[in-house]
């Protein structure tokens, strides 16, 4: 029931942005639009392997974690990969240079920080975005682009709570750099404050935001997408989400039944599985 509900938040959230008469809405916060963002973004050049990759002692850079099990026979007892197993290790454990999209700070309920956001056009008005998780950080930030105005929460999916839980934002502000927007990417500076009842704390959530906006078709220029959820499938491209799929046609699959912590796991490998390169090119 949580789900469904849910799910018809978001398709309303998406049907006012196609609307000409979109009523007043307390919660959405008006963009301010600017022709050159100013402010220090270059963490845009900085880059991580995907989580669990780490370099061992032999110089190898190896997997701990969340790992295919065929590589396991592939070392030896001290972790060294044999030298003729190489090229079919690498080909099991992605390696990849994950190019950072964001940078941010925020006090908010199982949060260890997150490097990396996606954005994705879903139709003509509007664009969605999402924070990736990690194995420390379970609270990603939503955002709602329409035409002039952003509505953010916060979608908790704790690790001892099934049920996922959605902060309102109460106030905040929003710039974005028009020009360069215009080319389909997304810089951004934002602050948005959060209603919460758990706790006294300031719940909140602020940074800057680099990354290109995705188009909601596949990727044919042979631009790879910048996102471990964003991949170029055989006939289509969709975003996944942790609690949902936005397909091309703009619609939205819940999928907040699953128990969180398999589903990020499976996330995680079909990325893992289907990506190449992460590159904004």
Not at 227 to 233: D, N, P, R, V
Request: proline share 3%; charged share 25%; net charge neutral.
């Amino acid at each position: 029931m949580k789900g469904l509900i849910y799910f018809l938040s978001i398709i309303s959230l998406i049907s006012c942005g196609m609307t000409g008469n979109k009523k007043s809405n307390p919660e959405e916060v008006p963009i301010k639009w600017v022709d050159n963002l100013k402010g220090d973004f270059s963490f845009k050049n900085s880059w991580s392997y995907p989580e669990g990759i780490y370099r061992n002692e032999f110089g190898q850079l190896s997997c701990d974690g969340i790992c295919p099990s065929e590589i396991y026979n592939m070392m030896d007892k001290e972790g060294r990969i044999y030298e003729d197993s190489l090229e079919s290790f690498y080909q099991l454990v992605d390696t990849t240079y994950l190019f950072h999209s964001i940078k941010c700070e925020a006090w908010t309920y199982e949060w260890g920080g997150t490097d990396y956001i996606t954005a994705q056009r879903i139709n003509k008005d509007t664009v969605v975005c999402f924070t990736e998780d990690n194995a420390a950080t379970h609270s990603s930030l939503n955002l709602i682009i329409t035409k002039n105005t952003v509505k953010s929460t916060i979608v908790l999916n704790g690790i001892n709570d099934f049920d996922t839980k959605t902060y309102k934002c109460k106030s905040g502000q929003m710039s974005i750099d028009k020009n360069i927007w215009n080319q389909g990417i997304l810089k951004v500076t934002f602050d948005f404050d959060f209603y919460h009842t758990e706790d006294s704390n300031r719940m909140y959530w602020k940074g800057k935001i680099y990354t290109r906006i995705e188009n909601n078709k596949p990727a044919d220029d042979g631009m790879a997408p910048n996102s471990l959820f964003t991949k170029k499938l055989t006939e289509r491209q969709l975003v996944t989400s942790r609690y949902g799929q936005f397909l091309p046609d703009g619609s939205y699959v819940d999928e907040s039944h699953a128990t969180p912590s398999v589903g990020f796991t499976i996330l995680v490998m079909k990325a893992f599985k289907h990506s190449k390169n992460f590159w904004i090119k």
